[in-house]
């Protein structure tokens, strides 16, 4: 597995891009995500000789400047700036915490109830189900158009035939009820956008699709598997899949 250095170093180092977003990296990385993700910005990846107040304020000016509201913020250790005690300074929510998590890819087998399986997503009508399942778990995100599920089905392929990521999808008694997506970089495989139905959890699909994932990283030459998990949900199934605690990160909203 990656050391503890490399491994922060990937977290920190971890800015999700919607298709069809805006993105500015100056004194941080700012991220302007489209209305299907309900838009707002994201900030993160403070890297400053100005002080908090200074990062913060153009954090808020970039983003009334894009005509959002909301920014929010996920704070890293190796933040310089730091930018928490600014934030709460100002009023912004604390709206959630994950867990920075590793395990080697390889070993330590995940259990699978024999009535759940997996499997990579790669047909339109897989990707019609694991947005539904998306639609109804995450808030505000909206469903996919024609052209979006066009253009997701090419992006996916692309990224199965360069060996740098995929989604899985997993039923419990044929249905599908869960998913995830992951993506391989520098030797890690990054496991993102884990979702199941609220009437599925505990059925063990949601351990079938980090089973999935982890396999599909294995075989695209990942050593190790880094994953954000919120500590009221995924964190304690993924400490009992072999994964290990390498700090937190918080979450922030600050209305502008």
Known sequence: MHTVHEILRASAAWVWFPRGSEQEKTELQLVRHPARF???????????????AEVLDHAIERTRAWGETELTFWTNASDRPDLEDELQRRGARHIDTVTV??????????????DVTAEIVRT???????????????????????????????????????GTG??????????????????????????????????ARG???????????????AEMGARTALVKGRISTSAPILARAGFEPFGEERGYVLTV
Do not use: M
């Open 166 to 199: 995929g989604r899985a999808l997993a039923r419990v008694d044929g249905v599908a009820v869960s998913t995830g997506g992951c993506t391989v970089v520098d030797g890690f495989v990054r496991l993102w956008g884990a979702a199941t139905l609220p009437e």
């Open 101 to 114: 998590l590793a395990r080697p890819v390889e070993g330590c087998p995940i259990d699978v109830p024999e």
């Open 124 to 162: 339109p009508e897989q990707f019609r189900e694991l947005d539904r399942i998306n639609v109804a778990v995450w808030d505000h995100q909206g469903p996919l158009s024609e052209q979006g599920l066009r253009d997701e089905l090419e992006e996916n392929a692309e990224s199965l035939a360069s």
């Open 38 to 52: 309900g838009g707002g910005v994201k900030a993160s990846q403070v890297g400053s000789s100005r002080n908090a």
């Open 203 to 217: 059925r063990g699909a949601y351990r079938a699709v980090l089973a999935e994932r982890l396999r599909l990283g």
